[in-house]
């Protein structure tokens, strides 16, 4: 694991998952805003009347953040702007899961949803441990690139 951890190409190959991932979640959601609006206020956490205004900002820069991680444009600021929303991601998919509140995360595809509240619950625990994953993949390029 210590030989793959400091492989040469890592943080690049790492930049590029994050990058794709992110411009992938923001497709569906410049798309289609409105869906995306629906998907935010299922959370319960923000006052109904933000919640277009978080679906338009929160799209257009998981866009402009994963380009930045693809081309190395403005890194350290995307760096440290992708670790928040991942943080934030896996806190508001953990307080729903901690609520009961069974939802479609609206991480990637908006149109998809689960029929019973076992896949939900399965899908949103599934999103809680791929954001882990990229939070680390994050916290790896930001800490590593600077040694």
């Not at 994050?18 to 006052?47: E, Q, V, W």
């Not at 953040?65 to 702007?81: E, F, K, V, Y």
């Not at 939802?103 to 029929?115: I, T, Y």
Request: charged share 15%; with cysteine; aromatic share 14%.
């Amino acid at each position: 694991m210590k030989k793959i951890l400091q492989h040469s190409n890592l943080v690049f190959i790492f930049r590029i998952i994050l990058g794709i991932t992110f411009i992938y979640a923001s497709i569906d959601k410049i798309a289609d805003p409105l869906t995306f609006s629906n998907s935010i206020d299922n959370y319960h956490i923000t006052p109904v009347f933000l919640n277009n205004l978080f679906a338009i900002i929160i799209a257009i820069l998981e866009l402009i953040l994963g380009l930045c991680l693809i081309t190395g444009i403005l890194i350290d600021g995307a760096l440290s702007i992708t670790i928040f929303l991942l943080i934030w991601f896996i806190f508001i998919i953990s307080q729903a899961l901690v609520r009961g509140i069974d939802l479609h995360c609206g991480c990637f595809d908006l149109a998809s949803k689960s029929v019973n509240d076992v896949n939900l619950r399965l899908e949103m625990f599934k999103r809680i441990i791929e954001d882990f994953v990229f939070l680390f993949m994050a916290f790896f390029i930001k800490y590593r690139k600077k040694s």
